[in-house]
């Protein structure tokens, strides 16, 4: 097996809350308003240090979407997901974006 890349995003940063390793910039925020699988949740245009699960299709409060776990590239905690298909028009924009769960990250020097 080779060397795990990991990115440090340097700054205000998400990290995974189970080994401390960066996962998503405070600027790269879309929205706060979401609800995850365990409470809040929020919306990200761009997430580093994750790998995607299958792909599979999930009805949830927004309606149907195509979606694939995210899970930390160092511990293999899952964080959330990627929407990849939404299938309602006025859900459109959620494709290519990411759900990270609040529960399941730190906030690391604001």
């Not at 998400?14 to 405070?26: I, L």
């Not at 299938?87 to 690391?108: A, F, S, T, V, W």
Request: charged share 25%; hydrophobic share 35%; net charge negative.
């Amino acid at each position: 097996m080779g060397r795990l890349f990991i990115e440090d995003m340097g700054g205000p940063v998400y990290k995974c809350k189970s080994c401390n390793v960066d996962s998503a910039s405070p600027d790269d925020i879309y929205s706060k308003e979401f609800r995850g699988h365990f409470d809040r949740a929020y919306l990200f245009t761009n997430v580093v240090n994750i790998f995607l699960g299958p792909i599979e299709e999930c009805m949830l409060i927004s309606g149907l979407h195509t979606v694939q776990d995210i899970y930390c590239r160092s511990c293999q905690q899952i964080l959330g997901w990627k929407y990849d298909k939404a299938y309602e028009e006025d859900q459109k924009y959620k494709e290519g974006m990411y759900i990270l769960e609040r529960e399941l990250l730190l906030r690391h020097g604001w």
